[in-house]
């Protein structure tokens, strides 16, 4: 697939999903990502870092204390065994499954193609057999080039590779997969990042089983998790969320409690909108998640074209963290950090009636009211008593 020079470019539902291009936007170049350079950049690189990765191979040493013992470790690491799985396949070739390149697609196009008459009727389909694989939320978008990776990793050497989706792709079916809330509750610790290793694990069998159901019907489908492009927009695009100072899809659902997948496909769909709801107001006034951060790695203040730090895609107007200090902090623990989860006020569960009331509240003009009634939410949860809960 041919892709587009890096140049500015608006679309109609920008303004509709708090998308603010600039003159200066850059299509993101995926080697930038702080993961990635945590392998071959040496002012992200280091002993701390090694190790972080290492403690995924329960090669290093645990840290002793609550929510980062030997068996939170296990758990940890045991909870992300498919989607490592996935993502060792086509090493040899330089390409780490759904986090440097696409999933590979396991099945064929079918050569008989089911005739759509209907593309409505196909993506409320296709977001019912989501929901049957399990995810947890689904909406359908363009393809908007933007949002992919100016080129992708090539992981023998770190050096840049083309990215290589299959030409005509003309939507992006985006899934969202909750974490566990009583884990997320632990953060920061090892054992929360069970909730991270799961709905990875989990995601990776939901994408790659709903894009083979979109193959079997004789269409083009190529399963993606953090590889290819930027999941995010195409969340907030496909009108799962809307943006937050904390850098993550705050849904009406799950809060900000979620991970995503996508789909590219030729599949003739209809396409969601984004639909803005007051998020955005309500973090104008709520620095919660900047004042947790231990390393300050949030913004305080209003979204802002990010400056000089590779990590961060140019000439979008948002929030944007400090990837070093954040990653630093990981590989300090060993561990994922989701503090700005947990504090989160949009972290609850919308199931409840009165967190519904709340939300109202969030999301209107009583915002402040609604931000002073969750004054004594989000504190941390000990990791034992996560364990001691089962026994």
């Not at 068996?71 to 759904?98: H, K, M, Q, V």
């Not at 060993?334 to 709340?358: E, G, Q, T």
């Not at 004054?375 to 996560?386: E, Q, T, V, Y």
Request: glycine share 6%.
């Amino acid at each position: 697939m041919s892709y587009p020079s890096n140049r500015p470019e608006t679309r109609p539902d920008d303004a509709a999903a708090g998308i603010d291009i600039t003159d200066d936007f850059e299509r993101f170049t995926q080697r930038n990502d702080i993961f990635t350079r945590a392998f071959w950049d040496d002012k992200v690189r280091n002993k701390k870092s090694d190790a972080f990765f290492a403690s995924y191979r329960m090669e290093a040493t645990p840290r002793r204390g609550d929510g980062f013992t030997q068996r939170d470790f296990a758990l940890r690491n045991a909870s992300w065994l498919i989607s490592d799985l996935i993502s060792d396949r086509g090493g040899d070739t330089g390409r780490r499954e759904g986090f440097q390149s696409s999933i590979a697609n396991d099945t064929p196009v079918a050569p008989m193609q089911q005739e759509i008459d209907d593309p409505a009727k196909m993506s409320h389909e296709i977001k019912r057999i989501a929901r049957f694989f399990g995810a947890d939320l689904c909406g359908i978008t363009d393809m908007d080039d933007r949002w992919l990776y100016a080129s992708r990793v090539d992981t023998r050497d770190m050096t840049e590779a083309p990215n290589d989706l299959p030409e005509g792709m003309t939507s992006v079916i985006v899934m969202g997969h909750q974490m566990e809330e009583e884990l997320v509750a632990t953060y920061p610790s090892a054992l929360a990042g069970a909730a991270t290793g799961r709905e990875y694990s989990h995601e990776a069998a939901v994408v790659m089983q709903l894009a083979a159901y979109i193959r079997n019907l004789g269409y083009e489908a190529t399963a993606s998790m953090n590889d290819t492009g930027l999941v995010i927009p195409y969340a907030i695009k496909a009108g799962l969320g809307e943006y937050a100072r904390n850098q993550m899809v705050i849904t009406p659902e799950f809060g900000p409690r979620l991970r995503f997948s996508k789909i590219f496909t030729n599949l003739p769909l209809t396409h969601d909108r984004p639909e803005p709801k007051g998020v955005r107001a309500f973090c104008d006034i709520c620095t919660k998640c900047a004042d947790a951060c231990p390393v300050k790695a949030l913004p305080f203040g209003p979204p802002e074209v990010s400056g000089s730090n590779p990590s961060a895609i140019k000439g979008v107007r948002k929030w944007t963290s400090d990837a070093e200090k954040c990653f630093g902090f990981w590989a300090k623990m060993s561990s994922d950090c989701a503090i700005c989860m947990r504090v989160c006020p949009f972290n609850r569960d919308f199931s409840k009636s009165s967190h519904r009331l709340w939300l109202k509240l969030a999301l209107s003009p009583l915002r402040k009211v609604a931000l002073w009634l969750d004054r004594n939410r989000g504190k941390r949860r000990k990791p034992s008593d996560w364990w001691a809960a089962a026994e």
